[in-house]
């Protein structure tokens, strides 16, 4: 099994910045075989969206809701995959979700718990 922890949500206002980390940690050999690592967010009424992901070989892709804003990156020595979000605005308030899927023949997909973020104009 593997488990997800997110961190790093709170409260700023708008034009500010949050740092979101993800630590993950369980079985290595199903570490290993993790290709996608995402982001997500969902609002009350609304459904969960794709925010930001990276591939296993480090390409990233965005929402264009925060395309230049935000930021997605891992650091493999620490399994952590981190959110830097910049800019915020009142519509990026939301439970942030970490993810992490394996595709193919096997698939799998892992969740966090979620990190409140919550942006005032």
């Known amino acids: 099994q593997v488990q997800l922890v997110e961190s790093g949500g709170g409260s700023v206002q708008a034009g500010g910045r949050l740092r979101l980390t993800c630590a993950y940690s369980?079985?290595?050999?199903?570490?290993?075989?993790?290709?996608?690592y995402r982001w997500y967010r969902q609002t009350p009424g609304k459904e969960r969206e794709f925010v930001a992901g990276?591939?296993?070989?480090?390409?990233?892709n965005y929402a264009d809701s925060v395309k230049g804003r935000f930021d997605i990156w891992r650091d493999n020595a620490k399994n952590t995959m981190t959110l830097e979000m910049n800019a915020l605005k009142p519509e990026d308030t939301g439970v942030y979700y970490c993810?992490?899927?394996?595709?193919?023949?096997?698939?799998?997909?892992?969740w966090g718990q979620g990190t409140p973020v919550t942006v005032s104009s």
């Open positions: 993810n992490m899927e394996r595709s193919g023949l096997s698939p799998i997909n892992y």
């Open positions: 369980g079985d290595a050999f199903i570490l290993k075989s993790i290709d996608w």
């Open positions: 990276q591939t296993l070989m480090g390409t990233a």
